[in-house]
């Protein structure tokens, strides 16, 4: 059974940084291509950050660009988000996205259940 289990929300001041992790289990995790989203109150879901299988290769929501980073650790099945800068606005329920990239795992998709972000003074 695929689970992807995020941690690391959490209350913060603005201007302040969080570490976001995700922990993948169940799966080939360097079979997958690996996605940070994010949803705020009244909001639809958008993409925070990407990354390739290998980790070779990263790509950001023009918000974000500089002032978050995404990683993955594929020896440990993880996948980070450092968030930085901190603004009230990137309040949301952060969420780790798995998407198959190899033949093998094509069309598979999976979600974990989010993590809270609130940025407030």
């Known amino acids: 059974q695929v689970q992807l289990v995020e941690s690391g929300g959490g209350l913060v001041q603005p201007g302040g940084s969080l570490r976001l992790s995700c922990a993948a289990s169940g799966l080939i995790f360097s079979s997958y291509i690996m996605r940070w989203y994010r949803q705020a109150p009244g909001k639809e879901r958008e993409l925070v950050a990407a990354?390739?299988?290998?980790?070779?290769?990263?790509n950001y929501a023009d918000s974000m660009k500089c002032r978050f980073t995404i990683s993955r650790d594929n020896a440990k099945n993880t996948v980070y988000l450092q968030m930085n800068s901190l603004k009230p606005e990137d309040t949301a329920v952060y969420y780790c996205n798995a998407r198959g990239v190899t033949i093998a795992t094509s069309g598979m998709e999976y979600w974990g259940k989010g993590t809270l972000v609130t940025v407030s003074s």
């Open positions: 990354i390739t299988s290998t980790g070779g290769n990263t």
